[in-house]
């Protein structure tokens, strides 16, 4: 596995797996394919590596698709990844094996925040509700999440009763 590819793996899963409500915590252990139509770029501090031409990402129950992944680097490790696509899509299956589906405009995680941030119509998917808007932020370390969008931007939720979620 190249340089570039073995730090966007680690990069990857610590993006997606590390919030306990999103994700799998057992596909973090196995191994990531990354498909490309192009790479171009040094994961190092001078210029980011891109990754263009349509680019899956799939690792245990995760699963991404987007035009292209940009990965930069500060100090010899990873600090952030945005990823564009027209939508990027996500889908992950949780611990409990209920499924996450994701779509946005772009997703951009800094590491050094430990922030996630969808923007462009927005759509997070679980069995126990939906939540769409133009933008959502999500702080890892505090569990916090903002939801709304630029101006006029709403943000549109639906919470299932918890009886109602075996009912579907």
């Known amino acids: 596995m190249t340089r570039p590819v073995a ?3 680690l990069m ?3 993006v997606l797996s590390a919030n306990g409500a ?3 915590s057992s596909d973090r252990n196995q191994p990531m394919d990354v498909d490309a139509g192009k790479q171009v770029g040094a994961l190092d501090d001078r210029t980011p590596t891109v ?8 690792q245990g129950t995760l699963n991404i698709s987007s035009s292209t992944a940009t990965i930069s680097a500060r100090n010899g490790e990873i600090s952030r990844a945005v990823f564009n696509g027209a939508p990027v899509k996500m889908s992950q299956q ?3 094996g209920t499924p996450m589906n994701a779509s946005a405009s772009k ?3 800094d590491m ?3 922030t996630v941030i969808f923007t462009g119509n927005v759509q997070i998917q679980q069995p ?3 939540m769409s808007g133009q933008r959502v932020v999500y702080n890892m370390k505090s569990g916090q999440v903002q939801s709304g969008g630029d101006g006029a931007g709403r943000v549109k939720m639906r919470i299932l009763p918890k009886s109602a979620q075996g009912a579907k």
Do not use: C, F, N, Q
């Open 112 to 114: 050094s925040t430990e």
């Open 12 to 14: 990857v899963s610590i």
């Open 51 to 58: 990754l263009s031409g349509g680019v899956t990402i799939t």
């Open 94 to 96: 949780m611990d409990d």
């Open 107 to 109: 997703v951009d995680y």
């Open 22 to 24: 999103w994700a799998r």
């Open 7 to 9: 730090s966007l793996s």
């Open 128 to 130: 126990r509700g939906t």
